[in-house]
């Protein structure tokens, strides 16, 4: 027979199996996602340094490591920390192998890693294609400039007389007076053997040689105002994927090939000034901390407080986004063998006296 206190008993039994059935079923599901914010919140990001202190990529390291926090969700602090060594590798390697997956490490090194990587440099152990890059702040090109006394003016004037350029060694100021000499036809002849870039300066001026094969126009700018001012030096070409703004008549090196592989070529070699001083993090970090960091970076070069900033400590800011920098990587080292081999070639011949 049904009673009060059967049913009483009955209702109980229910209540208490649907919530034995509830906590099963809470059992089974995942934990929520952890938010960016929520990840980030009281964080701390090392900001990995290839170089050390005082030079160009540590100076714009450091200025952004002072602002980007601001625009990542939860807004960690940002720890810039110098690893030198083996032109930056040992820091792309660290950051490649042994830092951590989740995001809290960003990192700059030297733009010329994805060229290494295509050229076949074994002592790279990195990946570059798989670094996942944040953006870069300075689209600067690389230029090759003659001092105003030479009598070279053009880079058809290059191609017309021999022109005596000063060179630090194996670095772009020996690779673009080689390269333009096998695929544009100019006459430089190359003096290897100093030490710098100001030390081939000095050369200029004393006229020991007539140009210098590896500067970027934003150094120019900034160590030599005086000299673009007065017109002391003249600009044959400009090494990027994009011309410089204030330079509008000044060939791209990578349009005086001759034909269709000559300029692939020269392309290859003009692709590392566009990847200028990047920003990037290490494989495997969750896609949303890779959009956040991305859209923080994108936000932070917009920010007219950042600008203004920038602007009063002479930072020029020209900004590449993540994903352009990642499509420019990727072109790079998957660039057509012929064009490897023949970009290698030339740096590999014996082209100073």
Known sequence: MFTRSSAGFEVRSLMLAGAVLATAL????????QSVEEFYRGKQIDLIIGYSSGGAYDLYARFIARHLGNHIPGRPTIVPRNMPGAGTRIAAAWVYNIAPKNGTVLATVDQALPLAQALGD?????????LIYIGNPIDDVNTTVA???SGIRTIEDARRKEVM???????TSLHYP?????LAGTKFKIITGYPGGNEINIAMERGEVDARGSNSWGSWKSTRAEWVAQKKINVLVQ??????????????????????ENRAILKLLSASATIGRPLFTTPGVPADRVKALRNAFDALMKDPVFLAQAQKEHFDIIPVSGEELQAIVQDMVSSPPRVIS????????DGAR
């Open 147 to 149: 001092w105003h006394t």
């Open 26 to 33: 809470a059992a089974g599901r995942p934990a929520a996602a």
């Open 178 to 182: 080689k390269a333009m000499n096998a």
């Open 122 to 130: 074994k002592q790279l152990t990195v990946d570059t294609n798989k």
């Open 165 to 171: 350029v000063g060179s630090a060694g194996s670095s």
């Open 342 to 349: 023949g970009l290698r070639q030339i740096i590999a011949e």
């Open 239 to 260: 090494i990027g994927l994009r011309k410089a703004v204030d330079l509008p008549d000044v060939p791209l090196l990578m349009d005086l090939g001759s034909n269709d």
